[in-house]
């Protein structure tokens, strides 16, 4: 079985920063595209940011120039730096891993979760 682990959300004050990851084990890493998701109380989960195993990166508009994704492939995590952080921001955080266009069929999987609370 595959399972996803994010840690590192927290209460952070406007305009502080934190880093999240995500911990991988039970599947293929590299055919996988590793993503963020976001999701507020009432409302549908909404794209952070996507990250393909060569290192292609796609990111909401509304975190471009502020949020990092990364992944490594030989520990088989991925991450989120998260810089410049508005009350906007709070959601629970979720990862995501689809499989890639060279990995048909399989089914994608998410982590639990992991609260970030953006508050002075």
């Known amino acids: 079985q595959a399972h996803l682990v994010e840690s590192g959300g927290d209460l952070v004050q406007p305009g502080g920063s934190l880093r999240l990851s995500c911990d991988a084990s039970?599947?293929?890493?590299?055919?996988?595209?590793m993503g963020w998701y976001r999701e507020v109380p009432g409302k549908q989960r909404e794209l952070v940011a996507t990250?393909?195993?060569?290192?292609?990166?796609v990111y909401a508009d509304s975190v471009k120039d502020r949020f990092t994704i990364s992944r490594d492939n030989d520990n088989r995590s991925s991450y989120l730096q998260m810089n410049n952080l508005t009350p906007e921001d709070t959601a629970v955080y979720y990862c995501?891993?689809?499989?890639?266009?060279?990995?048909?069929?399989?089914?994608?999987?998410w982590g639990q979760g992991t609260q970030v609370t953006v508050s002075s």
């Open positions: 995501n891993a689809k499989p890639s266009i060279f990995h048909p069929g399989a089914p994608e999987h």
């Open positions: 039970g599947l293929l890493f590299t055919f996988y595209v």
């Open positions: 990250i393909t195993s060569q290192g292609k990166t």
